[in-house]
Antibody
């Protein structure tokens, strides 16, 4: 059974930083691209960032570029998202998603249950 | 980047057919994928590559494509199908369509 378990979300002040993690199990982690997708309260889905199977290539949405870094540790089966210079509009549930492809994004076979990031003073 | 446009809402009675559209210029050259999201849950893939269905998804879910528009069709809608549906192509998601089962 595929499992994706996100952690690291919390309440943070504007301008602050957070590191999200996604622990993966039930599949060969190093074979798949991975992405982070977020959803602001009551809003739709927004792709944030993706990384290919070996971490060689990362991609970012324009809305977070220069403030976010995606990375992965294939030895630990874990995906990360470093969020810096956080703004109120970054408030959202952040989902980790397994891509069908070795790159990302193509499409998402599995999703975690999400971790909530709230940016508020 | 580009946009994917979905109707905000679709309503059908149980047993009827629901059709949810997704429009975008890039859809003539890129595949589209559909996700179902029930309240309080993570999204779930229901259609991939325009019209392919994962094995665990009921046969009443189907997809089709014509030009710049793709369509998710749910035949014989059931109460459990009430959810929000999102199309996706590459890094872009549509705004989502709320399916209400009357």
């Amino acid at each position: 059974e595929v499992r994706l378990v996100e952690s690291g979300g919390s309440v943070v002040r504007p301008g602050g930083s957070l590191r999200l993690a996604c622990a993966a199990s039930g599949f060969i982690f190093e074979d798949h691209g991975m992405s982070w997708v977020r959803q602001a309260p009551g809003k739709g889905l927004e792709w944030v960032s993706g990384i290919d199977y070996n971490g060689g290539r990362a991609r970012y949405a324009d809305s977070v570029k220069d403030r976010v870094t995606i990375s992965r540790d294939n030895a630990k089966n874990t995906l990360y998202l470093q969020l810096n210079s956080l703004r109120a509009e970054d408030t959202a549930m952040y989902y980790c998603a397994r891509d069908k492809s070795s790159a990302s994004p193509e499409y998402f076979l599995d999703w975690g249950q999400g971790t909530l990031v709230t940016v508020s003073s | 980047s580009y946009e994917l446009t979905q109707p905000p809402s679709v309503s059908v009675s149980p047993g009827q057919t629901a059709r949810i559209t997704c429009s975008g210029d890039a859809l003539t050259i890129q595949y589209t994928y559909w996700y179902q999201q029930r309240p309080g849950q993570a999204p779930m893939l229901v259609i991939y590559k325009d019209s392919e269905r994962p094995s665990e998804i009921p046969e009443r879910f189907s997809g089709s494509s014509s030009g710049t528009t793709v369509t998710l069709t749910i035949s014989g809608v059931q109460a459990e199908d009430e959810a929000k549906y999102y199309c996706q192509s590459a890094e872009v998601f549509g705004g989502g369509t709320t399916l209400t089962v009357l």
